[in-house]
């Protein structure tokens, strides 16, 4: 089975702090993303990438930033957290050209206080 | 700018009953539609694919249409159980490779 997992399912953060949210897969998958989740909002996509150390902005990339070093892990950055990215964040991976099948992580629910 | 939208944003019915979720997009030209399920704070599990030729799809109990013309899919489920209870989106790709555009959700609750 395909697991995406994101290193924390809980984080607590103040304003200001810069904060790093890991996710990992380990399906060789060339695709990784980031969304947040927000209530009335649905899911919205912050950045992904197709391959190591190549990244594409999403629908809301303003705030945050990702590093993809090594092809299983996708890190979203938030480099000064504000309260306004209180979410729940997910990652999602997919094979190459099959962008339509992503498979997703648990969620890290993040509030910045 | 394509937009998806899903009503209602909740729903509570008896065990047993067959109910309909609703999801509509503004723009007819999608590549597929997506339906996936949601349990309380965790990620997504896809459950239906539906390519933009195809008129719907089925995985047991549940059922996906598609019609593009009119910007519209549902999604039924047969004989709804409290284990259905969850958060069901939708999300069409305008194209392949293209991203995923989500819908709000619909908050299904089926009470024993």
């Given at each position: 089975?395909?697991?995406?997992?994101?290193?924390?399912?809980?984080?607590?953060?103040?304003?200001?702090?810069?904060?790093?949210l890991?996710?990992?897969?380990?399906?060789?998958?060339e695709?990784?993303?980031?969304?947040?989740?927000?209530?009335g909002?649905?899911?919205r996509?912050i950045?992904?990438?197709?391959?190591?150390k190549m990244?594409?902005?999403?629908d809301?990339?303003?705030?945050?930033?990702v590093?993809r070093?090594?092809?299983?892990?996708?890190?979203?950055?938030?480099?000064?957290a504000?309260?306004?990215?209180?979410?729940?964040?997910?990652?999602?991976?997919?094979?190459?050209?099959?962008?339509?099948?992503?498979y997703?992580?648990?969620?890290?629910?993040?509030?910045?206080? | 700018?394509?937009?998806?939208?899903?009503?209602p944003?909740?729903?509570?019915?008896?065990?047993?009953?067959?109910l309909?979720?609703?999801?509509?997009?503004?723009?007819?030209?999608?590549?597929?539609l997506?339906?996936?399920r949601?349990?309380?704070g965790?990620?997504?599990?896809?459950?239906?694919l539906?390519?933009?030729s195809?008129?719907?799809?089925?995985?047991?109990?549940l059922?996906?249409?598609?019609?593009?013309s009119?910007?519209?899919s549902t999604?039924?489920i047969?004989?709804s159980?409290?284990g259905?209870?969850a958060?069901?989106?939708?999300?069409?790709?305008?194209?392949?490779g293209?991203?995923?555009?989500?819908?709000q959700?619909?908050?299904?609750?089926?009470?024993?």
């Amino acid at each position: 089975d395909v697991k995406v997992t994101q290193s924390s399912r809980y984080l607590v953060k103040r304003t200001g702090e810069k904060v790093f949210l890991e996710c990992v897969q380990d399906m060789d998958h060339e695709n990784m993303f980031w969304y947040r989740q927000d209530p009335g909002l649905g899911l919205r996509l912050i950045y992904f990438s197709y391959d190591v150390k190549m990244k594409e902005k999403g629908d809301i990339p303003e705030g945050y930033s990702v590093s993809r070093e090594k092809k299983e892990r996708f890190s979203l950055i938030l480099e000064s957290a504000s309260t306004n990215q209180t979410s729940m964040y997910l990652c999602a991976s997919s094979p190459p050209g099959q962008a339509n099948i992503q498979y997703f992580g648990a969620g890290t629910r993040l509030s910045v206080l | 700018k394509q937009e998806v939208t899903q009503i209602p944003a909740a729903l509570s019915v008896p065990e047993g009953e067959n109910l309909v979720l609703n999801c509509s997009f503004t723009d007819s030209a999608i590549y597929n539609l997506q339906w996936f399920r949601q349990d309380p704070g965790k990620g997504l599990t896809s459950l239906l694919l539906i390519q933009s030729s195809q008129r719907e799809q089925t995985s047991g109990r549940l059922n996906a249409s598609l019609d593009k013309s009119s910007g519209r899919s549902t999604l039924y489920i047969a004989a709804s159980q409290p284990g259905d209870s969850a958060t069901y989106l939708c999300a069409v790709r305008n194209n392949q490779g293209g991203k995923l555009i989500f819908g709000q959700g619909t908050e299904l609750s089926v009470k024993p």
